[in-house]
């Protein structure tokens, strides 16, 4: 009977691991409804469980068993913290991650303290709670202190883009994946538009006023001119950001973890950031040509367009792919080839069909105008 049960649970950990919940449910509730006191069985069937209440439920079995299980201490705790609209992050189930570490022919831990053998699963020891597993504290208070810092979206915004120029992934993403929300995305994506309009707006408005002022009715039209251009930008920009979800889907088969609400908040940041760069593109590309003949300036100016468009599509290749590293948590290779697959993917499908729709050239071309010229 052992043996038939040590083999249930291999198979539900297993099927558990892989992210085939039903199957490991199944299991893993055949081992529990057998054998009451096997608390890894209850560990693991709270980590496919649905629903927050039954999830509780498991870790609560687990501490009847083991009242000083840490890992059920953490989940319990991990389940209390979350806000409302943030359930779906319990689908995660984190509290069980360090055991997906845990070496299969490894049947058991010595506690350096007290000497006592402990399971190969067990963080910390049974008989005297001395720490089993090494804890990085001054990296785990970082990313507490990172996250609580940006609990105001506009200031998670601004610490993102701080980080955008040298592409700082810890500072771009990292904190964001426990904060993601569909509304923190969509707010990041309006400060990046809005951003770049209002720098765009000023940009048109510097010859007038150098040149003796502005009237009120020219005002009005560049207010209305602003306005829309924020619509068509802003649209284009979610557009993009759900269009950019295809990662998910692809990097899920090769061992991703995060789900579409992590992903689409990580693409979020990703283009608000992208945005950031444009906008200092567009402050290089034409403040000196306020102070520069026009004669010299339009010789240089193809050349600046093309280099801006080169270091756009780098800005905006890697970001993608910083985004898809930290939302699905994957190997940073895994994550530039999938991001590589799908761009080149989305870049034949344009050669391709451009020629036969005539208004995506247009489209494009649009927009390259808007995002880099003045108002």
């Known amino acids: 009977m052992a043996k038939k049960m040590d083999a249930l649970l291999k198979e539900g950990i297993g099927q558990a691991r892989l992210g085939r919940k039903r199957e490991a449910e199944q299991l893993l509730r055949r081992v529990v409804t057998e054998d009451p006191e096997n608390d890894l069985g209850w560990l693991w069937l709270s980590s496919v469980v649905s629903g927050i209440e039954s999830q509780r439920e498991c870790l609560n079995k687990v501490l009847e068993i083991d009242p000083i299980n840490t890992h059920a201490r953490y989940g319990l705790a991990f389940l209390a913290r979350l806000r409302v609209g943030q359930e779906w992050r319990a689908a995660e189930a984190p509290w069980v991650q360090g055991l997906e570490e845990t070496d ?18 067990a963080s910390s020891c049974s008989k005297c709670g001395a720490a089993l597993k090494h804890v990085d504290v001054r990296e785990s208070v970082r990313v507490a202190e990172q996250i609580r810092s940006r609990s105001t979206v506009s200031t998670a915004v601004i610490e993102s883009w701080a980080g955008a120029l040298t592409l700082h992934r810890k500072q771009i993403f990292d904190p964001e994946v426990e904060l993601a929300s569909a509304g923190r995305a969509i707010t990041a994506i309006v400060l990046g538009v809005l951003l770049l309009v209002v720098v765009r707006l000023g940009l048109g408005l510097i010859p007038a006023l150098v040149a003796g002022g502005v009237s009120t009715a020219a005002l009005t039209q560049v207010g209305l001119l602003a306005v829309q251009d924020l619509g068509i930008l802003l649209g284009s920009a979610i557009g993009v950001t759900l269009l950019l979800a295809v990662p998910t889907f ?92 799908v761009v080149a993917a989305g870049v034949a ?27």
């Open 250 to 341: 692809v990097t899920r088969g090769l061992g991703g973890k995060g789900n579409f609400t992590v992903h689409f908040h990580m693409v979020a940041v990703a283009v608000s950031c992208w945005l950031v760069i444009v906008t200092l593109g567009v402050l290089a590309l034409n403040l000196p040509g306020l102070f520069v003949a026009p004669s010299t300036w339009n010789a240089l100016r193809p050349t600046l367009d093309v280099a801006l468009g080169g270091v756009l599509a780098f800005y905006a290749f890697v970001l993608l792919a910083e985004a898809v590293q930290a939302g699905q948590r994957i190997n940073p290779i895994v994550a530039f080839v999938v991001t590589g697959v």
């Open 104 to 121: 299969s022919k490894a049947t058991k831990i010595r506690c350096p303290h007290c000497g006592t053998q402990n399971e190969a699963w």
């Open 349 to 375: 499908a344009y050669l391709t069909l451009g020629a036969s729709l005539p208004g995506a050239q247009a489209f494009v071309v649009e927009m390259w105008g808007r995002i880099r010229a003045p108002l």
